[in-house]
């Protein structure tokens, strides 16, 4: 029985899923986006996010649990210089997939896996998103509004006769 056991094998055996996984790693590092298929997405992102928690806190422990998951010195570089500072806020969740369609040779479902916060036209979109949005009052709101302005003609008027 395969209790617990929910890791997707990629249909390759294990050295071979650990070297394709640390290479597919040091490609998002490096360039923050990268096209592929979505089963090997979602394999990277429940491979990568542990090693961006990581490195977060910036000790020789973690840049070594890092540099022996990646085994490239200058992926490690970037990762604890550039974007350790963008996801330092961050609780969680530093990966999205975007599904892009089917591949035309296979039918593979294709997908663009990318840091969240390196995305400018999203971060922009929701910038512009949060300005647009405006709270409509309800018949409560409104009563209180317009009890407050008589309150308010009254103490002006007060104020005009002591002088």
């Known amino acids: 029985m395969r209790h617990n056991k929910k890791f997707n ?3 390759r055996k294990a050295a071979h ?12 590092i490096m360039h923050k986006r990268i096209s592929t298929t979505l089963a090997k997405a979602k394999a990277l992102r429940i491979y990568v996010e542990p090693l ?10 973690n840049r070594r649990l890092v540099f022996s998951e990646l085994k490239q010195k200058a992926v ?10 963008k996801i330092a806020n961050r609780p969680g969740g530093y990966c999205r997939i975007l ?3 089917f591949r035309l040779g296979d039918a593979a479902e294709m997908c663009i896996i990318e840091l969240v916060d390196y995305n400018e ?5 929701t910038k512009k998103a949060a300005k647009k949005t405006t709270r409509r009052a309800g018949k409560k709101a409104v009563k209180a509004e317009e009890t407050a302005e008589p309150a308010q003609e009254t103490q002006e008027a007060t104020a005009e006769e002591n002088k």
């Open 76 to 85: 490690v570089t970037e990762l604890f210089q550039n974007v350790s500072e």
């Open 52 to 61: 961006l928690t990581r490195a977060k806190e910036d000790t020789m422990a």
């Open 9 to 11: 094998h990629l249909g």
């Open 121 to 125: 036209n999203m971060l922009n979109a």
């Open 17 to 28: 899923r650990s070297a394709m996984l640390s290479n597919m790693a040091c490609s998002l």
């Open 99 to 101: 599904r892009t369609g």
